[in-house]
Each structure stands twice: as C-alpha cells, then as structure tokens.
C-alpha cells in the first residue's frame, strides 16, 4: 500500500516501483527456488525477506550469488547484519538480539523494588532459547536471581505446567523473549496459577491489540516502534492509507512492514535512476532512514552496520486507572557497536 501510494504520486526519482511478492510458506527450498525466480526472471534489483530464519541461508546464498542486496524486514536480524556487516545484507525489523535483553534486564531494574527472582519464557526454537539463555546469563549483573527459565515446544497446548515452575521457583518477575504466542500463553497462564509478579516480552506487531485485550497492570511490552495509540501524524497517514486501500489487517500491525517500504524508498532514492544491484547495495551502505516518529530515531546504516547505530526502545503497559495504554517513560536508546 505504500508503494501504491507512492506510484500515484509519480514513483520513487519519476518512476513506479514494481513489487513482485511470492509466498514461500517458511520453507527454505521454496525460498532459495523464489529468490532465484526473482533474481533471474523478473530482474529484482533487491529482495525483501518477510520470512521466518528458516529462509536466510538460501535467501542469502542466491542473493550473494547475484551480488543483490537483501534487506530483512519480518523475523529477526541476522548477526551478518551487525558489525561488520555483509556488505549486500540489511535489517529493519524492530527486534535485536542482546540488545533486546539489555534493555529488558535494565527496565526491570528501574522498575522492581527490592529483591528480583526472575524466570525466563522461551519458544523451542534456536533463536529464541539462544536468546534467554543470554539474558539468563546475564541477570546476576543486575543483581537478580535467576530461578527458572522455561524452553516451551511451538505446539503446546497447555501451558499450565511451565507455569506452575515459573511460580513454584518464586519468580516475582518473568522476562519472554519470544514469538508473541509463547509470550501471552505464558502470561495468561501464570495469572490463572495466581501469579501476581510483572511480565515483561517484546512488543510483537499484535502487542498493542493484545495490551487492550488483556487489561492487566502487570504486563509490560517494550519494543522499537512508537504504539498508534500515542496518534502521531504518521500514524494518521498509515490508517488513512490502509483505510483507502481496503486492508483487512489491523492499522496497529502495519508499522513494520511501513518502516520496511520507508527503508526501499529512501534507498531507492539515494541510488538515483536507473536503479541496480550495486548501486543501491552501495547506497544502503550509508543511508539514513526518516521514521517520523515510528522508531525513537532514524535508522542509520554505516559501511560496516546494517542494523542500526543506535538501538532505540519504549516500555508500554496497560493502565486500569486510565483506562488504557500507557508509556512507561521516554525512548531509551543504546549504541550499537
């Protein structure tokens, strides 16, 4: 809907972009086969991945092989995107690992008064049990006692039982890195056990909806996106877009793929026309990118940083006394080195 938008204005240097999308379904063969369809048939000059990590590597392979660049924009950022970065690989997706822990660890140590025990929620899956393994390892730093950390299988129906030894361990704080499923299902089952401690998870694109769903003090999201709830002009843009553009999706999951087309245009722009593999890959090696307000800073991307130099986040809860979503504090950010 972006690019649609942008078309009718004449296009990105007077020109239409043309979007090809193909579906892989997560499946890495079917990915490597897309990416060569678009690399070799419809002459992309970039590929966005939308996928899960089971694609990178023959995303990547392809794309390489090509001399095209591939910017990540869905799961998470991978570490070839960090310094030093692959030069033809680019990241915008909201979430880092690391960095996400620091900033989890350090607001529940602003926020906890008196003693912290802490139990993990992870998905069986690499990424996310690497992840809490990290932010379990690095818990005692912030003087906290780490006393359970749950490695939760995809399928799991009943989630009673990891909760039960959360709770049991004496957790009063509980930190879910994680796809939002295993976050909220951890969530929810803790207070049926009659937890009553603090949880705080990444605030995944469906964070916001669920905030408003669940109605409880006690959850905590943090995240790289500003909430629409907080009514920016550039939130106003997205829903009047989507509004136009008949999208079934909530406005308030549309932030990311925004800030995805947002990247595209700027680098599209900064390469002049006409566009081609190593001039945009070029480019993107020294871009810096407007969210308007999206992100708490723009992201800038160096010769050898294609995450972000600085990584900026927001706490947001659910406030019963108001009636609603609230910001816990300002943008915090942290230098990515």
Request: contains cysteine; hydrophobic residues 40%; glycine residues 8%.
């Amino acid at each position: 809907i972006y690019f649609d938008k942008a078309n009718k204005a004449g296009g990105i240097n007077g020109h239409p972009v043309n979007l090809v999308v193909l579906d892989n379904q997560s499946n890495p063969s079917k990915a490597a086969a897309d990416t060569k369809r678009l690399l070799l048939q419809d002459n992309a000059v970039i590929i966005v991945n939308g996928s899960l990590s089971s694609t990178y590597e023959p995303m990547i392979n392809e794309t390489r092989r090509a001399g095209a660049p591939l910017l990540f924009g869905g799961s998470v950022c991978p570490p070839q995107v960090f310094p030093k970065a692959d030069p033809l690989l680019f990241c915008t997706t909201s979430f880092g690992a690391h960095y996400d822990s620091n900033m989890a660890l350090a607001f529940i140590k602003e926020k906890a008064e008196g003693e912290v025990k802490i139990g993990f929620s992870a998905m069986a899956i690499p990424v996310s049990r690497g992840e809490i393994d990290y932010a379990e390892q690095q818990s005692p730093e912030y003087g906290f006692e780490p006393v359970a950390k749950e490695i939760i299988p995809p399928p799991t129906a009943n989630y009673g039982p990891h909760a039960v030894k959360i709770k049991d361990a004496g957790a009063n704080w509980v930190y879910s890195w994680a796809p939002w499923v295993t976050q909220i299902k951890t969530f929810e089952a803790l207070r049926t056990q009659g937890w009553e401690g603090n949880l705080i998870a990444f605030a995944h694109i469906n964070a916001e909806d669920e905030l408003a769903r669940v109605k409880d003090d006690g959850l905590y999201v943090f995240g790289a996106n500003a909430l629409f709830q907080e009514g920016l002009p550039i939130h106003k843009e997205i829903e009047e877009t989507a509004k136009a553009a008949n999208v079934s999706y909530p406005v308030t999951q549309l932030a990311e793929g925004w800030i995805v087309a947002m990247a595209l245009d700027a680098a599209l722009t900064k390469a002049g026309w006409p566009a081609d593999r190593a001039k945009l890959a070029a480019a993107m090696s020294g871009l810096e990118v407007d969210t308007q307000g999206l992100r708490g800073g723009p992201i800038k991307w160096t010769a050898d940083n294609h995450f972000r130099t600085e990584a900026w986040y927001r706490v947001y809860r659910w406030d019963s006394g108001k009636g609603g979503i609230v910001g816990e504090g300002d943008w915090k950010s942290f230098p990515v080195e």
